[in-house]
C-alpha cells in the first residue's frame, strides 16, 4: 500500500505538472507584457483542448494588441504631421510680420493667411472630435427618425459654388422619399465627405452620378468621372490621414480623414461600404444601410 500510493503521488505530480505547466508560461509571458515588450508567440503545449484553446486566445489577443499599438504610433505620427504644418506656417508668418514696420497690407495678407491655417487646424480638430464621438455602445441612443433625401439635397446645396466653380454636371436619378431611424450627424457626414471627394478629384467640365434608393435596404451611390485610385491603394484609403500620391497635389485641400469618417460612420450605422476605382477612370462608391 505505500508502494502503490508513493506510484500514485508520483503520477499525479506528474499530471498536475503537465497541466499547471502552459499556465505558468502564460502567467509569466503575461507578466511581462507591456506596451513596449511584447512576448512572442506561446507554443502550442501537449495538453488538454481547454489549455490549448486558452494560450490560442492569448497568442490571438497579442496579435491583436500588437496591431492596435502600430496603428496608434502610426496615427501619432501622422497627426504630429498634420498639425505641426499649419502651426510652423502661423508661426513663421506672425515672426515676419513682427520683424519690422510693414504696411497695412502686407499685414492683412499675413492674417489672412494665419486665418487659413486656423481653419485647417479646426477642421482636422473637428474631424477627429467626430471620430471619437460615437461608440458602438452608444451609437442607438442617437437614432431619430431622418429622412434621407431631405438630408442629402441640403449636403448637395452646400457644394453649388465648387461644382459651378469646375463646371461640373451633377446628375441625380434615382432619388427616393426614404425615412428610416438614423444618426443625422453621421448621415451628414458621410454625404457630404463623399461629395467633397467626387468633386475634388474630379477634373473639370466631368459628370457626377448619384443614387438614393431602397433595395433590400437604403441604397446611396455615387460615381465620379475624376483621377480615380490605383488597385493597391484601395485597402488603405480609409485610414486615418492615408492620402494617395496622385492626390498629394497642394492644388487639392485634404486631410486624409474624409474616407476614415465615412467608413467609421458606416460601421457605426451597421452598414455597408464597397469602394470601385481605376487610375484615370473615375471612382465609384456603395453604401448600404440595412
Excluded: W
Excluded at 431619430?144 to 446645396?157: G, P, S, V
Excluded at 438614393?212 to 451611390?221: D, E, H, S
Excluded at 474616407?259 to 455597408?272: C, F, H, P, R, Y
Amino acid at each position: 500500500m505505500p508502494l502503490l500510493l508513493l506510484v500514485l503521488l508520483i503520477v499525479a505530480s506528474k499530471l498536475i505538472d503537465r497541466v499547471l505547466l502552459p499556465i505558468k508560461t502564460l502567467t509569466k509571458s503575461a507578466k511581462n507584457i507591456s506596451i513596449h515588450n511584447f512576448q512572442r508567440k506561446i507554443d502550442m503545449p501537449k495538453a488538454s483542448s481547454e489549455i490549448i484553446d486558452l494560450i490560442d486566445s492569448f497568442n490571438t489577443m497579442i496579435e491583436r494588441i500588437q496591431e492596435g499599438v502600430a496603428n496608434l504610433d502610426r496615427f501619432n505620427s501622422d497627426l504630429s504631421h498634420e498639425l505641426k504644418t499649419p502651426l510652423t506656417v502661423i508661426r513663421g508668418k506672425i515672426e515676419v510680420a513682427l520683424k519690422k514696420n510693414r504696411e497695412a497690407k502686407e499685414y492683412k495678407e499675413a492674417l489672412e493667411s494665419v486665418l487659413k491655417q486656423t481653419m485647417q487646424l479646426e477642421a482636422i480638430i473637428n474631424n477627429l472630435l467626430l471620430l471619437s464621438r460615437y461608440t458602438k455602445e452608444n451609437i442607438a441612443s442617437t437614432f431619430r427618425l431622418c429622412t434621407f433625401d431631405t438630408i442629402l439635397l441640403n449636403c448637395i446645396e452646400k457644394f453649388d459654388s465648387m461644382l459651378e466653380e469646375k463646371n461640373i454636371t451633377l446628375h441625380i436619378e434615382p432619388l427616393e422619399h426614404i425615412q428610416s431611424y438614423s444618426n443625422q450627424v453621421l448621415l451628414e457626414a458621410i454625404f457630404n465627405n463623399l461629395i467633397d471627394n467626387a468633386i475634388k478629384y474630379s477634373t473639370k467640365n466631368s459628370n457626377i452620378y448619384i443614387s438614393l434608393y431602397q433595395k433590400n435596404g437604403i441604397n446611396f451611390t455615387i460615381k465620379d468621372e475624376g483621377i480615380g485610385i490605383a488597385k493597391e491603394e484601395l485597402s488603405k484609403i480609409t485610414n486615418r490621414f492615408y492620402r494617395v500620391d496622385k492626390s498629394r497635389n497642394k492644388l487639392i485641400e485634404g486631410f486624409g480623414l474624409g474616407l476614415a469618417i465615412v467608413k467609421n460612420s458606416i460601421d457605426l450605422l451597421g452598414g455597408e461600404f464597397k469602394i470601385e476605382s481605376k487610375l484615370n477612370s473615375g471612382t465609384k462608391i456603395y453604401i448600404k444601410f440595412l
